[in-house]
């Protein structure tokens, strides 16, 4: 069975701590695993990763992949009150002519001030 | 650059009324899905659609049906609502395999059964 688990599902900490959230996943046919922050609304794309080893990096945030062990990782670093959110991982399962995407349950980072 | 939009935004049904919740997007995408979200079950796949006139089903269909008689809109119906249908659902959408740049999510719909 297809599946993408996070962990920590929640996890609460104080500004100017890094942080890392981690996703394994087991897919049949892998293509590209995904990042999304989640406040009140729709989830917003932060990353998509394909490559082994090549991180992604966007101002405090970064990611990599590791397509061997099967996991991801996001890291924040120097954490703000504005990064509290859920943040999903998911992965898209590649079958014919598109891919669907398998999420994770998610995990929920509280910052507080 | 509207994107993906949804409506409504709200919608409370009585056990067995049928609605249809709306996604329309501007960006010429092929591929459009709908999933819905329940608290500690993530996204789930509900129906996905390829391209006009082509709909699958993913984790969840039952209970739902969807046509996509345009590129631009993918309407998700419920025939006969059940409180299990309680839950907010996005639509997505994304462009196709060789210019993939990941998923633009619609701001969802809060769907009450009672």
């Known amino acids: 069975e297809d599946k993408v688990v996070q962990s920590p599902l929640s996890l609460v900490v104080h500004e100017g701590d890094t942080v890392t959230l981690n996703c394994s996943y087991e897919?049949?046919?892998?293509?590209?695993l995904l990042w999304y922050k989640q406040e009140k609304k729709a989830p917003t794309f932060l990353f998509m990763l394909?490559?082994?080893?090549i991180e992604k990096k966007s101002g405090r945030l970064s990611s990599i992949l590791d397509k061997k062990e099967l996991f991801s990782i996001l890291n924040i670093t120097a954490t703000q009150t504005g990064d509290s959110a859920v943040y999903l991982c998911a992965v898209e399962n590649y079958g014919g002519s598109q891919g669907n995407l398998i999420f994770g349950k998610g995990t929920k980072l509280s910052v507080k001030p | 650059n509207a994107g993906v939009t949804q409506t409504p935004k709200f919608q409370v049904l009585k056990t067995g009324q049928s609605m249809t919740l709306q996604c329309a997007q501007d960006?010429?995408?092929?591929?459009m899905s709908w999933y819905r979200q329940d608290p500690g079950m993530g996204l789930r796949l509900i129906h996905y659609s390829v391209g006009a006139g082509i709909t699958d089903q993913g984790e969840v269909p039952n209970g739902y049906n969807v046509s996509r008689s345009t590129t631009e809109d993918f309407p998700l119906r419920l025939l006969s609502a059940a409180p299990s249908q309680t839950s907010v659902y996005f639509c997505?959408?994304?462009?196709?395999?060789?210019?993939?740049?990941?998923?633009?999510f619609g701001s969802g719909t809060r769907l009450t059964v009672v």
């Open positions: 960006m010429n995408h092929e591929y």
């Open positions: 997505a959408s994304s462009s196709p395999p060789d210019n993939f740049d990941g998923y633009t």
């Open positions: 394909t490559s082994s080893g």
């Open positions: 897919v049949t046919n892998f293509r590209s």
